[in-house]
């Protein structure tokens, strides 16, 4: 059994921050229903396309089932309530209020399903002097002050990273709140309304926040990238301490003037490590060379050679899928590890080679039938009534699975 078996999910959110959360309870064996809108989740237009499902959609919403509701046809609301009534959490990343326009605060919500835990992710939270702003991921890391530090730390001009970091890490604290709520919706019968903003998730997420909030520079210990043997190799600490750990066990001398400045005095010491990590005739010898002076060192890594790693490989990281097409597609394994589970670390946690991403409206007549007792007739009544939708692929996906 998995850790949140029996547990049903109503999934309305869509590119990055709710669908990432939903991942996550479904990899952890909560049953996730994607509602999606006719138009579709924008995501689904983003990476390789292999049999209508793209890449980044995949990533996070394999797993998943699908119903495509249409929330502006009459009776498009009341099918997600009916669903919310059989359900145990409900996860949405509209603006503000976009949810109580169609009948569908967390208030209406209760009173058909008490016990409902619904996660509600904004940018910037559910009330307050910003809540109607669009917020996307780089809005955020702008907002949060991480933009700033990092061009001070790096003495660069401003640059937006590549990495939704806003987005994930609510997405993390949005499951966290999911599975504290259930453990009291469980106990006393009682739902909850869970606002994660992304700007707040960012800032309680970043250890830098400790040096903004004292009024000071904030000092980093990142990595420092180094030439070597056969390509760069990144070393972690401050650069104090490394010179001295190197200089101490391998005897490099300082070449600096007596005389020189701070500065002038880094750019010696760089310049002897640098020739001294290029000195070695095997990059084995170069990195035995950073271990004998208890100095931790990296390899720099594309994203596929990360995945192609000997710890990723030996862990399992990313798995083979059902591609869908005659073929695989590989994507991310969860990170969870239980001591107890079997040799194949998914039989608690995370996908498998038969986990599968869905069409818009796959499972329109599966999970209404499931969830809610509907035959047949009424599916087919509610998909004449333009309220469920499927998509060209859907009976396509349907015949695959059931072949």
């Known amino acids: 059994m998995r850790p949140l078996a029996g547990v049903r999910v109503v999934d309305m959110s869509r590119v990055l921050s709710g669908p990432f959360a939903g991942r996550i309870l479904s990899d952890l064996g909560a049953d996730v229903v994607k509602v999606e809108p006719p138009e579709g989740d924008i995501s689904r237009l983003w990476g390789v396309n ?26 498009g609301p009341e099918m997600v309530k009916r669903l919310v009534s059989a359900a145990h959490v409900l996860i949405e990343n509209f603006r503000p209020g976009v949810m109580a326009r169609h009948g569908l605060s967390f208030a209406e919500l209760c009173e058909i399903n008490p016990a409902l835990v619904m996660l509600s992710i904004s940018g910037f939270g559910q009330d307050g002097p910003d809540a109607q702003r669009a917020a996307y991921a780089a809005v955020l890391h702008g907002e949060s002050g991480w933009m700033a530090r990092a061009a001070a730390i790096h003495q660069q001009p401003l640059q937006e990273p590549y990495l939704a ?40 997420t970043d250890e830098g926040s400790q040096a903004g909030l004292d009024g000071v520079h904030y000092q980093s210990q990142g990595g420092l990238v180094w030439d070597g043997v056969d390509g760069p190799v990144l070393t972690a600490g401050d650069f104090r301490w490394i010179w001295r750990q190197l200089s101490e066990t391998h005897g490099l001398a300082d070449p600096s003037p007596p005389e020189a400045d701070i500065p002038t005095k880094r750019a010696h010491r760089t310049d002897a490590i640098n020739a001294f990590l290029s000195s070695f005739e095997t990059r ?4 035995a060379a950073l271990d004998a002076a208890n100095l931790a060192w990296g390899d720099i890594r594309t994203t596929a050679e990360a995945h192609a790693s000997p710890t990723a490989v030996h862990r399992g990281s990313s798995v083979e899928i059902d591609a869908r097409d005659g073929g695989t597609r590989r994507v991310t394994q969860t990170p969870y590890r239980f001591a107890g589970a079997s040799a194949d670390s998914a039989a608690v946690s995370g996908v498998t080679s038969e986990s599968l991403a869905s069409h818009r409206g796959e499972h329109n007549g ?38």
């Open 50 to 75: 292999r049999a209508g499902l793209a890449g980044f959609y995949t990533q996070q919403n394999v797993g998943k089932r699908n119903v495509c509701i249409d929330l502006r046809a009459e009776g």
């Open 165 to 204: 970091a806003a987005d994930t890490y609510a997405s993390l604290h949005g499951a966290i709140g999911i599975l504290a709520a259930l453990r009291v919706a469980e106990s006393t019968g009682n739902g909850q309304h869970i606002d994660i903003a992304m700007l707040e998730s960012f800032l309680a």
């Open 284 to 287: 084995a010898d170069m990195l």
């Open 366 to 403: 599966e999970v209404l039938a499931e969830w809610l007792g509907s035959g047949g007739a009424e599916v087919d009544a509610l998909r004449h009534a333009g309220v469920l939708i499927e998509d060209q692929f859907a009976a396509e996906g349907r015949a695959h699975r059931h072949s």
